[in-house]
């Protein structure tokens, strides 16, 4: 009897345990497949969201740089009217200036002797003195400041019509200084020569806080938030050259895109993501080309902001599965003590 109830006791054990594992198999399972499920759910909607983040901002920064472009042809086209004098030129350059706050100054670069009682040097600037709209004339042109040796002036001698220069950083004596980005159009006169070379200045220091305006706002759309699980939107955006350089971005957070890939994309006007490290930490950029110059945009999205919700997704899973668990034992067990009372 002893022998019979101790073989029942053994054959139940081995039906619990085989119970067991195949309740623990299937729950794993589930759990593995549940979990790449999320992993690539999550994944590709983090794309898309960032895709789309990326897509809004370069949109409004080409919006931004088409405007200030239509601008300062009115500005240029308004000097290529009055090239009578100095003065006339003058005049010409102030009564534009109102335009567009954003641009920091206007000026026309004339070649060596146009003006000859100028000398050989004449550059009326136009420039921004505060935040109100206030402006400044300055003849910036002079030995110190031979604007006929300037990358942009060189490039303009035998360019067809208007582009953007180099970033590059300026300082005259004067109190003028600073990283800029000029517009530039050669103007020619009546008789079809060149007279000078036209330019309006942007600073990188007022694209590196519109790129931060933009940024917050999208931070605070409640379309993009509401959507967000377990996350918050944790991203910066920059502007790179053509070489994949930044010459906007959050301060200590500059992330240059020099892989060869990458920069082909940008030139073929092709969008797309890269891996990146940006200060040590492991990120997503989210990177596509301008339209109004050859510029190119980047969203930077730091790793474990697309990881949070999937883990916490994954502690969910594994809580699951060791409740279903628990509980399974917890049936068997109660089973056998009745049937032991029985």
Same mark, same amino acid.
């Given at each position: 009897?002893?022998?019979?109830?101790?073989?029942?006791?053994?054959?139940?054990?081995?039906?619990?345990?085989?119970?067991?594992?195949?309740?623990?198999?299937?729950?794993?399972?589930?759990?593995?497949?549940?979990?790449?499920?999320?992993?690539?759910?999550?994944? &590709?909607?983090?794309?898309?969201?960032?895709?789309?983040?990326?897509?809004?901002?370069?949109?409004?920064?080409?919006?931004?740089?088409?405007?200030?472009?239509?601008?300062?042809?009115?500005?240029?086209?308004?000097?290529?009217?009055?090239?009578?004098?100095?003065?006339?030129?003058?005049?010409?350059?102030?009564?534009?200036?109102?335009?567009?706050?954003?641009?920091?100054?206007?000026?026309?670069?004339?070649?060596?002797?146009?003006?000859?009682?100028?000398?050989?040097?004449?550059?009326?600037? @136009?420039?921004?003195?505060?935040?109100?709209?206030?402006?400044t004339v300055r003849d910036v042109g002079s030995a110190s400041?031979?604007?006929?040796?300037?990358?942009?002036?060189?490039?303009?001698?035998?360019? &067809?019509?208007?582009?953007?220069?180099?970033?590059?950083?300026?300082?005259?004596?004067?109190?003028?200084?600073?990283?800029?980005?000029?517009?530039?159009?050669?103007?020619?006169?009546?008789?079809?020569?060149?007279?000078? @070379?036209?330019?309006?200045?942007?600073?990188?220091?007022?694209?590196?806080?519109?790129?931060?305006?933009?940024?917050?706002?999208?931070?605070?759309?409640?379309?993009?938030?509401?959507?967000?699980?377990?996350?918050?939107?944790?991203?910066?955006?920059?502007?790179?050259? &053509?070489?994949?350089?930044?010459?906007?971005?959050?301060?200590?957070?500059?992330?240059?895109?020099?892989?060869?890939?990458?920069?082909?994309?940008?030139?073929?006007? &092709?969008?797309?993501?890269?891996? @990146?490290?940006?200060?040590?930490?492991?990120?997503?950029?989210?990177?596509?080309?301008?339209?109004?110059?050859?510029?190119?945009?980047?969203?930077?999205?730091?790793?474990?902001?697309?990881?949070?919700?999937?883990?916490?997704v994954g502690a969910i899973l594994l809580g699951v599965a060791?409740?279903?668990?628990?509980?399974?034992?917890?049936?068997?067990?109660?089973?056998?003590?009745?049937?032991?009372?029985?």
């Open positions: 009897m002893i022998q019979t109830n101790m073989k029942n006791n053994t054959e139940t054990g081995k039906v619990r345990k085989t119970i067991l594992f195949i309740v623990a198999s299937v729950l794993l399972l589930m759990l593995v497949v549940s979990f790449m499920i999320c992993r690539y759910t999550l994944m &590709k909607e983090a794309h898309i969201c960032y895709m789309g983040i990326m897509n809004v901002a370069s949109e409004k920064i080409s919006k931004t740089v088409g405007g200030m472009e239509m601008n300062a042809m009115n500005v240029f086209d308004e000097v290529g009217k009055h090239m009578d004098s100095p003065e006339s030129v003058i005049a010409a350059l102030k009564s534009k200036t109102s335009l567009n706050p954003d641009v920091k100054g206007y000026f026309a670069a004339f070649v060596p002797n146009y003006f000859p009682q100028k000398g050989r040097w004449f550059e009326p600037y @136009v420039h921004q003195t505060d935040s109100r709209g206030g402006f400041h031979d604007y006929t040796k300037s990358d942009w002036y060189i490039q303009a001698l035998d360019a &067809k019509g208007s582009f953007w220069s180099d970033p590059y950083f300026y300082y005259d004596g004067t109190g003028i200084s600073g990283r800029y980005c000029t517009f530039v159009k050669p103007v020619f006169d009546a008789s079809g020569r060149l007279a000078c @070379v036209c330019g309006a200045d942007m600073t990188f220091e007022w694209l590196t806080n519109e790129l931060k305006r933009m940024d917050d706002a999208t931070r605070r759309s409640d379309m993009l938030s509401k959507f967000r699980m377990f996350a918050g939107l944790d991203f910066y955006t920059v502007l790179l050259d &053509k070489d994949g350089n930044c010459i906007a971005y959050p301060l200590g957070r500059s992330a240059p895109l020099k892989d060869e890939e990458v920069l082909r994309n940008l030139a073929a006007k &092709k969008s797309g993501s890269i891996d @990146v490290t940006v200060n040590g930490v492991p990120s997503t950029a989210y990177y596509a080309p301008m339209e109004h110059i050859g510029w190119s945009v980047a969203v930077i999205v730091p790793d474990h902001v697309v990881w949070k919700p999937l883990l916490i060791v409740f279903g668990l628990l509980a399974v034992w917890l049936a068997l067990r109660r089973g056998v003590n009745q049937r032991k009372e029985a």
